[in-house]
């Protein structure tokens, strides 16, 4: 059984368009996460939330606006593609806010905008 | 300065060569530290998980933490082809809600 999806794996779209990637967890999990991974194979936090609650939002252009309609879903919508939003998204879940909980990472989305 | 320091290598090794893969950082409040696994377009998959300063081993993984140093090493003994991967360091603190990670290291474990 996948423990965390996402889907679509690749998504190939032109600038300016809008487009949409969900993630679904099934661990019972409390607290999703995305987080951005660049060319250079860095990840950076974007969005958590907490059982539908957004507790973080870092340094993120306004185009992205996650949405999380239950607590095993958190989907990722991003408004106005540009060039430099090319990377890997992934999402994650965790148990527990904050200290000691261990986040389980779900397979990637690859966007390319061109 | 970033908050997490990582080699980004790539490392390459023999095969059943012991390898040391190491993270340093800034930030005093991290208490917990991961390591996580990640192969060519996969998501990373958790390997380690270390409470405050210490040891801890599975298998042939052992996790060090230093906080006196704010340095810690992952140690892969016997290390295997299949072992060929991009290790990342990540790690957090009391009241903090995210991981922060390292840029990770390519570890290329030659047959």
């Known amino acids: 059984d996948t423990a965390v999806s996402q889907t679509p794996k690749y998504l190939v779209t032109q600038m300016g368009n809008d487009k949409s990637i969900k993630c679904e967890q099934n661990?019972?999990?409390?607290?999703m996460y995305w987080y951005k991974q660049d060319s250079k194979k860095f990840l950076k936090i974007m969005f958590s939330y907490n059982n539908k609650e957004l507790i973080i939002n870092e340094t993120v252009p306004n185009r992205f606006s996650p949405k999380s309609p239950d607590k095993a879903h958190l989907n990722l919508h991003i408004n106005s593609l540009e060039l430099g939003d090319s990377a890997v998204y992934f999402c994650?879940?965790?148990?527990?806010?904050?200290?000691?909980?261990?986040?389980?990472f779900g397979p990637g989305t690859r966007l390319l905008v061109l | 300065q970033k908050e997490v320091e990582q080699d980004p290598g790539p490392l390459s090794v023999p095969e059943g060569a012991i390898v040391s893969l190491n993270c340093t950082y800034s930030?005093?409040?991290?208490?917990?530290f991961m390591w996580y696994r990640q192969y060519s377009r996969k998501g990373p998959e958790l390997l380690m998980y270390t409470y405050s300063s210490g040891n801890k081993e599975d298998g042939r993984f052992t996790a060090q933490v230093d906080k006196s140093s704010k340095y810690i090493s992952l140690f892969i003994r016997d290390s295997q082809p299949s072992d060929s991967a991009t290790y990342l360091c990540?790690?957090?603190?009391?009241?903090?809600?995210?991981?922060?990670f390292g840029s990770g290291t390519r570890l290329q474990v030659q047959p």
């Open positions: 930030n005093s409040a991290f208490q917990y």
């Open positions: 661990l019972g999990h409390d607290t």
């Open positions: 990540a790690m957090t603190g009391t009241g903090r809600r995210a991981l922060t």
């Open positions: 994650a879940s965790s148990q527990v806010i904050g200290s000691g909980e261990t986040q389980y």
